[in-house]
């Protein structure tokens, strides 16, 4: 292996022991020269037998196995990068895995474009219960081409979709070191990766699904166990992640629909406790036709997107409503 390799694969990991093996080999049967290709695993504090189904991996040196007392995954990602040594990072969930030209499909669009500072492709989502793959539906008109940063994040948020995140995401390691990752994005931080590089420079999105994402009954966000957990950890996520883009030097469109979807949340939030109120209803709608600087048509897809309508309805027509529903 040569002193430094040309890329990394970062695998932030907590319990998934069972998944682990599957997506480090992966990276191991790549189409890609291995000896330009280094492994960061960085376990946070796993429970199960993650140290113990490792050890067969610890003399190979493209492998760097880091144990740290549980923190969270923004905390894992940010260790995983202080301690990648690629020119090119890559993120690799620990239950899914990539395809085998993956690895030099990405790097061969990185190393054509300097200014490209962020290379996605579609996942293909494999549901594990029912045994069925198929792949991400990304917009036609962001694939097979550089898109400016900025101009991207700007169209994914008018239209409340992203993509590029997870075990898609490859960024270059500069980029990635232009920033640190607060330990309170925690269940968000995909989508932070993705915000603070792309404010960077140009994004090229591949048109073919190169990694695989499995969807399965141990997920956090599908296990029922977690739900009151999941629910705290993600009002305090995107406190956080609303806190870091609204003082950082983001296009002022996008900071206005960040405070736009603070707002949404405050008034979800208040409405589960029996609190919404008038003054909120009318910020909300203040916020959507005196500050955000798009057309009238463009206003009325957000309105659609962010589903305004639902959140500023009294709460007895929105609660008749859903029990119609069900």
Same mark, same amino acid.
Not at 149 to 152: A, E, R, S, V
């Given at each position: 292996m040569s002193n430094k390799p040309q890329l990394s694969v970062i695998i932030p990991t907590y319990n998934y022991a069972h998944y682990i093996t599957i997506a480090i080999d992966s990276v191991l049967n790549c189409n890609f020269n291995q000896d330009e290709i280094e492994i960061v695993i960085v376990d946070d504090g796993s429970t199960d037998d993650t140290q113990k189904v490792l050890n067969k991996y610890i003399a190979d040196p493209r492998i760097h196995y880091i144990h740290q007392n549980n923190q969270g995954k923004a905390s894992a990602t940010q260790v995983a990068i202080d301690n990648a040594l690629g020119e090119y990072i890559f993120n690799l969930d620990a239950d &899914?895995?990539?395809l085998p030209n993956k690895l030099q499909q990405v790097v061969n669009i990185f190393n054509a474009n300097p200014q490209v500072v962020?290379?996605?492709h579609p996942a293909l989502c494999w549901v594990v219960?029912?045994?069925t793959k198929s792949p991400e539906l990304l917009p036609q008109e962001i694939l097979n081409q550089k898109n400016n940063?900025? &101009?991207?994040l700007s169209f994914f948020y008018k239209r409340r979709i992203l993509f590029g995140g997870g075990s898609t995401f490859a960024a270059r390691a500069s980029a990635l070191r232009s920033f640190r990752i607060p330990q309170a994005v925690d269940m968000f931080i995909d989508e932070y990766l993705l915000l603070f590089t792309l404010n960077q420079g140009d994004s090229f999105f591949l048109a073919e699904p190169l990694s695989i994402w499995r969807i399965h009954n141990q997920n956090f966000s599908d296990n029922p166990q977690n739900n009151i957990a999941k629910k705290t950890r993600k009002l305090n996520s995107k406190k956080a992640i609303v806190t870091e883009v609204l003082k950082g030097d983001f296009n002022q469109d996008l900071q206005l629909l960040f405070k736009l979807k603070e707002q949404i949340d405050k008034i979800t939030y208040d409405e589960i406790q029996n609190q919404k109120s008038l003054a909120d209803v009318t910020k909300l709608w203040s916020l959507i036709f005196l500050e955000l600087p798009y057309s009238y048509s463009d206003k009325l897809q957000i309105i659609k997107n962010y589903t305004i309508i639902n959140?500023?309805?009294p709460s007895s027509i929105l609660n008749f409503l859903r029990q119609l529903k069900n």
């Open positions: &899914d895995y990539f962020h290379v996605s219960e029912q045994d940063g900025k &101009d991207l959140r500023t309805l």
